[in-house]
């Protein structure tokens, strides 16, 4: 089984920074794109930033400039810098993969979200 363990959320005030992990364990036999997706109370889950395996990197309009996002192949992690932190990005943050765990075979799987919460 494939499970993807988000860490590094929480409290922070604005004009600060955070820094979430993604970690992706179980039987994989290679990670294809990782994204990170915010979602808050009755709204859709929404894009923030993306990163091929190649190490290729996408970010919403709101995010350019304050998140940068990164992975680590060799640990099976992304990850998702987040300074400047703004009130409106309070939100659950989640981790996104395309898994392959055979050559051909893959999945997209989420991992549990983790809360971030920046105060004014």
């Known amino acids: 089984q494939v499970q993807l363990v988000e860490s590094g959320g929480g409290l922070v005030q604005a004009g600060g920074s955070l820094r979430l992990s993604c970690a992706a364990s179980?039987?994989?036999?290679?990670?294809?794109?990782m994204n990170w997706y915010r979602q808050t109370p009755g709204n859709q889950r929404d894009m923030v930033a993306t990163i091929t395996t190649e190490g290729i990197t996408g970010y919403a309009d709101s995010m350019k400039g304050r998140f940068t996002i990164s992975r680590d192949n060799a640990k099976n992690t992304v990850y998702l810098q987040m300074n400047s932190l703004k009130p409106e990005d309070t939100a659950v943050y989640y981790c996104?993969?395309?898994?392959?765990?055979?050559?051909?075979?893959?999945?997209?799987?989420w991992g549990q979200g983790t809360q971030v919460t920046v105060s004014s």
């Open positions: 179980g039987s994989i036999f290679r990670i294809g794109t």
């Open positions: 996104n993969a395309d898994i392959y765990t055979l050559p051909t075979i893959h999945y997209n799987f």
